[in-house]
T-cell receptor, first 116, second 109 residues
Framework: NAGVMQNPRHLVRRRGQEARLRCSPM?????VYWYRQLPEEGLKFMVY????????ESGMPKERFSAEFPKEGPSILRIQQVVRGDSAAYFC??????????????FGPGTRLTVT | SQQGEEDPQALSIQEGENATMNCSYK?????LQWYRQNSGRGLVHLIL?????REKHSGRLRVTLDTSKKSSSLLITASRAADTASYFC?????????FGRGTSLIVHP
């Protein structure tokens, strides 16, 4: 039973380019969360999705960032026109149940985005 | 803020010693979870304690929860060099679990 998979593990983009980060949740998990982590800091919640629906995107910047979790395929976090401040580690987590139910989150290894 | 805050920010101990980390939060919670993150890796779930529990054990880990003080502690007994990592608490109410900045633990062999 494979864990949460994220790819790519490392991504380098020039300012103004687009970054697409992929997350395949654990088998049977329909809840996906994206977090951003800056060096020496904790995880900042970005968006919570359940199959085909965005449930909570309160932590995601309104502009340039978008997320999806289609019926088939991985969840995608998309950052358009990247800027240096977008450089960070982006983690995806999945769970079999939604928040508020004491459900353990299973984290992927993260994608480290570097904007040059 | 719903976010838990860990204390201390950094902790350096010798192998065999005990390590204690604390987490404080501000709003009511349903449960509190502790995670570990090794350098360059994702978070790994360690233990969950519900709001109606006061103490929980898992191997060398002992977690306490005091809802009246809105605080939790994680104790790692007989630490090992392999315990070197960052430790995060995540508070969960009816909202998305939120993480603190973590405690960076270094265990010297």
């Amino acid at each position: 039973n494979a864990g949460v998979m994220q790819n790519p593990r490392h991504l380098v983009r020039r300012r103004g380019q687009e970054a697409r980060l992929r997350c395949s949740p654990m088998k049977g998990h329909s809840h996906v969360y994206w977090y951003r982590q800056l060096p020496e800091e904790g995880l900042k919640f970005m968006v919570y999705l359940q199959k085909e629906n965005i449930i909570d995107e309160s932590g995601m910047p309104k502009e340039r960032f978008s997320a999806e979790f289609p019926k088939e395929g991985p969840s995608i976090l998309r950052i358009q026109q990247v800027v240096r401040g977008d450089s960070a580690a982006y983690f995806c987590a999945s769970s079999p149940r939604g928040p508020g139910q004491g459900t353990e989150q299973y984290f992927g290894p993260g994608t480290r985005l570097t904007v040059t | 803020s719903q976010q838990g805050e860990e204390d201390p920010q950094a902790l350096s101990i010798q192998e065999g010693e005990n390590a204690t980390m604390n987490c404080s939060y501000k709003t009511s919670i349903n449960n509190l979870q502790w995670y570990r993150q090794n350098s360059g890796r994702g978070l790994v779930h360690l233990i969950l304690i519900r709001s109606n529990e006061r103490e929980k054990h898992s191997g060398r880990l002992r977690v306490t929860l005091d809802t009246s003080k809105k605080s939790s502690s994680l104790l790692i007994t007989a630490s090992r060099a392999a315990d070197t990592a960052s430790y995060f608490c995540a508070t969960e109410g009816s909202y998305i679990p939120t993480f603190g900045r973590g405690t960076s633990l270094i265990v010297h062999p």
